[in-house]
């Protein structure tokens, strides 16, 4: 990558180009990434989400009629339990999607999450 070299090698055919590129990459936890892999980065330290951003963030994700399209009171109960367990967004989207009520909201926060 280093070079924007980019080559492709196939039973007795290889094929290369040259191309401008860049690697962006996103971790929750850095150090589980060796330090060879990290050295080929620039590393910046997010805050993490806010309950106020975290709950608009849900909520507007999944009432999005061209994402997933849950109903809103599911989606803001979902974002206020998983608030309260792992506060990760795919989790919203994993319990938002088998829900069908508040209340199965709740069970399937207290039966995966916790």
Not at 9 to 25: D, L
Not at 100 to 111: A, G, P, T
């Amino acid at each position: 990558m280093e070079t924007g070299i980019v080559s492709e090698t196939k039973y007795k055919k290889t094929r290369s180009m040259e191309i401008k590129t860049s690697v962006f990459a996103t971790s929750n936890n850095i150090e589980k990434i060796i330090y060879p892999l990290q050295s080929r980065f620039i590393i910046a330290r997010l805050e993490p989400y806010t309950y106020e951003q975290f709950f608009g963030i849900t909520v507007r994700l999944l009432t999005a009629s061209n994402q997933h399209n849950v109903d809103e009171e599911i989606a803001k109960a979902t974002a206020d339990e998983v608030w309260n367990t792992t506060q990760n967004i795919r989790d919203c989207i994993q319990i938002a999607k088998i829900a069908r009520s508040v209340e199965d909201v709740v069970w399937l926060v207290n039966v995966f999450k916790k």
